[in-house]
């Protein structure tokens, strides 16, 4: 689990575009796309990559 939550993290500072394509080459068995503030379910969801993204680039990324 610890390695995933690494990978979670490192997804800030790219596209959307090559997030979402880097996010299911590394096995995520999906990414959500948020923008900053939005309103979200709060279950956890093992193997979801969560991203917000301002102007076409993550700000943060992280598992659930």
């Known amino acids: ?26 096995g995520w068995a999906s990414v959500r796309v948020l923008s900053p503030g939005a309103m979200m379910t709060m279950d956890h969801r093992e193997g979801r990559l969560n991203l917000v993204v301002r102007d076409g680039v993550v700000e943060r990324s992280w598992e659930g």
């Open 1 to 26: 689990m610890a390695e995933a939550e690494a990978d979670a993290e490192r997804y800030a500072g790219l596209r959307v575009e090559r997030a979402e394509e880097l996010a299911r080459r590394h």
